[in-house]
T-cell receptor, first 111, second 115 residues
Framework: DADVTQTPRNRITKTGKRIMLECSQT?????MYWYRQDPGLGLRLIYY???????NKGEISDGYSVSRQAQAKFSLSLESAIPNQTALYFC??????????FGPGTRLTVL | AQSVTQLGSHVSVSEGALVLLRCNYS??????LFWYVQYPNQGLQLLLK??????LVKGINGFEAEFKKSETSFHLTKPSAHMSDAAEYFC?????????????FGAGTRLAVHP
């Protein structure tokens, strides 16, 4: 089984809809991250969490919110999706200042 | 603020040729540096990392990178390209002291390998 899983893998939605992307990990890491990937821009950090009670905004948090339900679960929400949120979204986990392990990604299309 | 610049958004090499992907970084603290690879329709996979030990770092699939502080570079190389190396490669720097681990990514370099 994969260490970091993301659901759904693909999602098409309409402008204004609320969307939740979910991430689960079995690595036992405290730290979890959400990134979005856009062509030519690399990956940009949306939110990160160092433990269940510690959640921080990243570089591009506007329009997004997160919830850390447990050590192993970190969800990303788009309260009212807009077309420029069409992107590939990745969840990652790490142990302190070390390698981040990435999930397979969620491809989100907002029409 | 820390940043990463990858020179060349697209690199094309012949099978068997040297692969050189360039990465320069800026950092006000001793950096941790990473190279990740992304195959089509997959997530990112760690190739190698530098964490202030040996400056020449060996990774998976025959890749290696050399940390050069004077040049603020961390270029990725492989002596002989294989068709299976075709992918997108990302250089990243770990930001901040105190145990923080926010990765700052470069824009990526797409490597094409032709026969």
């Amino acid at each position: 089984d994969a260490d970091v899983t993301q659901t759904p893998r693909n999602r098409i939605t309409k402008t204004g809809k609320r969307i939740m992307l979910e991430c689960s990990q079995t690595k036992g890491h405290d730290r979890m991250y959400w990134y979005r990937q856009d062509p030519g821009l690399g990956l940009r950090l949306i939110y990160y969490s160092f433990d269940v009670k510690d959640i921080n905004k990243g570089e591009i948090s506007d329009g997004y919110s997160v919830s850390r339900q447990a050590q192993a679960k970190f969800s990303l929400s788009l309260e009212s999706a807009i077309p420029n949120q069409t992107a590939l979204y990745f969840c990652a986990t790490s142990e302190k200042r070390d390698t981040q392990y990435f999930g397979p990604g969620t491809r989100l299309t907002v029409l | 603020a820390q940043s990463v610049t990858q020179l060349g958004s697209h690199v094309s090499v012949s099978e068997g040729a040297l692969v050189l992907l360039r990465c320069n970084y800026s950092s006000s603290v001793p950096p941790y540096l990473f190279w990740y690879v992304q195959y089509p329709n997959q997530g990112l996979q760690l190739l190698l990392k530098y964490t202030s030990a040996a400056t020449l770092v060996k990774g998976i699939n025959g890749f290696e990178a050399e940390f050069k502080k004077s040049e603020t570079s961390f270029h990725l190389t492989k002596p002989s390209a294989h068709m299976s190396d075709a992918a997108e490669y990302f250089c990243a720097v770990s930001e901040g002291g105190g145990g923080y681990n926010k990765l700052i990514f470069g824009a990526g370099t797409r490597l094409a390998v032709h026969p």
